[in-house]
C-alpha cells in the first residue's frame, strides 16, 4: 500500500524532510518514516530486478538492441519515475504497457498497465482457442479444484 501510493523510483526528487506517518494507512502501525528512505528501497529493488532482466537479455544477445524498447506492464509500473530507471538501467526507451493490440473494449479501465498483463493472457487463450483445434480451456484444471487445493495447501502452512 505504501509503495502504491507514496512510492517512487526516484529518491533524489523526494526531499529529505518528507516524511509519512504509518498511522495514516494502518491503525495498527506506529511511526514515521522517511518517504526518500522508501523511495532509495524502490529505486534499489527496481534496479536489481531489471539487472536480472538484462542478464537474460545478454543470453539471447539482445542487451542494449530491442528495436522498440522496454515496455512495462503491472501495478507497479506506474510509481513515479519507474520509465526513467528503465531507461537508465536498459539504455533503450522505456513505454508503458497498456493496451494489447487487438483489443476493443469499452471499459476505459482495462487501459490501465495493472490490467495489461491480465488482458494479454486473454488475449492468448482466445488465439490458442482458434489457432489449435482440439484446444480447449474446459482441458485446463478445474478453477474450483485449485482453488480448493490451495485452500488445504495455505491451511496446511498453519500450525
Same mark, same amino acid.
Given at each position: ?12 526528487? @523526494? ?13 495498527? %502501525?506506529?511511526? @514515521?518514516? $522517511? ?5 532509495? *528501497?524502490?529505486?534499489?529493488? =527496481? %534496479?536489481?530486478?531489471?539487472?536480472? @532482466?538484462?542478464? %537474460? ?27 526513467? =530507471? ?14 494489447? $493490440? ?13 490490467? $495489461? ?6 488475449? &492468448?487463450? $482466445?488465439?490458442? *482457442? ?11 484444471? #478445474?478453477? #474450483? ?7 488445504? &495447501?495455505?491451511?496446511?502452512? @498453519?500450525?
Amino acid at each position: 500500500k505504501i509503495k502504491l501510493q507514496f512510492g517512487s523510483a526516484l529518491p533524489h526528487k @523526494i526531499a529529505k524532510k518528507q516524511q509519512l506517518d504509518l498511522t495514516d494507512i494502518s491503525d495498527g %502501525e506506529e511511526g @514515521i518514516v $522517511s518517504l526518500k528512505h522508501i523511495a532509495e *528501497i524502490i529505486e534499489a529493488r =527496481v %534496479e536489481e530486478i531489471f539487472e536480472y @532482466i538484462d542478464k %537474460e537479455l545478454q543470453k539471447i544477445d539482445r542487451s542494449g538492441s530491442l528495436p522498440a524498447g522496454v515496455v512495462l506492464t503491472g501495478a507497479a509500473a506506474k510509481l513515479p519515475g519507474m520509465l526513467d =530507471v528503465a531507461k537508465r538501467k536498459f539504455k533503450l526507451p522505456a513505454s508503458y504497457g497498456v493496451k494489447p $493490440s487487438g483489443l476493443t473494449t469499452t471499459a476505459d479501465k482495462v487501459y490501465d498497465p495493472s490490467f $495489461s498483463v491480465a488482458l494479454g493472457l486473454t488475449l &492468448w487463450g $482466445s488465439e490458442m *482457442i482458434k489457432q489449435r483445434p482440439g484446444f480447449s480451456l474446459s482441458r485446463l484444471p #478445474n478453477m #474450483n479444484d485449485m482453488s480448493d487445493k490451495m485452500k488445504k &495447501w495455505f491451511k496446511s502452512l @498453519i500450525p
